[in-house]
């Protein structure tokens, strides 16, 4: 049994005890160092590990992964459509968050009796938005008195 790492195995050369690749790219899992090199190059994906410090190695060896892995699934946009797929859904749930944060004030309003407090709250939030955003939600178990409205938002500018 061999004890090269996967870099190491692919590029045909004995790994050393301080082999940069070795912590990263272990034998069982070839396809992870072959993917990286497909996007970067072997001698790149050294030059970077050895520019980070030793606790940002690890963290640098699984994002240049996952961007190899979305690369040829996506040649212009790569990672970046994930991520901003994510980032909408981030502030979406943001925006529910802050819907059923309002309508928790709403009704704790209606209880302690501040109608001051519940004018504003039903003038800056319609209880319909809140419920809208329910129903778009599958499978919660509330009450649903209105069709839910899509609401597409275009991603943000970073």
């Known amino acids: 049994m061999s004890s090269r790492c996967a870099a190491c195995k692919h590029l045909r050369k004995r790994c050393q005890r301080d082999c940069i690749f070795s912590p990263y790219f272990p034998s069982n899992d070839p396809q992870r160092f072959d993917s990286m090199r497909r996007i970067y190059g072997a001698s ?9 410090p030793q606790h940002l190695r690890a963290e640098a060896a699984n994002s240049m992964y996952f961007e190899a892995q979305c690369r040829p699934a996506d040649p212009v946009y ?3 459509k994930t991520i901003s797929l994510l980032r909408q859904q981030i502030d979406h749930a943001h925006g529910q968050l802050a819907i059923i944060q309002a309508e928790i004030a709403l009704y704790k309003a209606q209880i302690h009796g501040d109608n001051n407090q519940i004018q504003n709250a039903d003038h800056q939030l319609p209880v319909s938005r809140f419920y809208n955003y329910l129903a778009a939600d599958q499978g919660n178990g ?3 008195p209105t069709p839910p409205t ?3 938002q275009p991603p943000r500018s970073m």
């Open 78 to 80: 790569g990672c970046v």
């Open 142 to 144: 509330f009450p649903h």
């Open 150 to 152: 899509p609401s597409i």
């Open 44 to 52: 790149n994906i050294a030059k970077m590990l050895q520019q980070l």
